[in-house]
């Protein structure tokens, strides 16, 4: 996905287009992914082009499901806490999947 992040940025690519089932739009130091169905997450990349994300993030990605959920703080933290073995918190309140390949 950080390819999709450098392509932009020196004008390779769109900085908005379908790719695949997806539509992409590069904004700020991410890249927001919409599904078919409007379903969009934003994803922020690490300087070595790790993707990350923070629980407000995945609340966003909760009220664009079809079927919105509604999540607490509590919600996400345990969600967080659940998935510890998982996650690797880059920095405060930012996650990424543990041991992902880096993709820059």
Known sequence: MA???GL???QRISRSDPIGTYFYKVQG???RFISGNDAGMDVGFTA???EIFDL???RCYGKSLPEPLSLTDHDLRS???S???MLTEVRPGWFSVANAEVSA
């Open 3 to 5: 390819a999709v992040l």
């Open 8 to 10: 932009a940025r020196s």
């Open 29 to 31: 130091a991410g890249c």
């Open 48 to 50: 070595d082009g790790r």
């Open 56 to 58: 407000w993030q995945v």
């Open 79 to 81: 969600a967080v806490t």
């Open 83 to 85: 998935l510890q073995s």
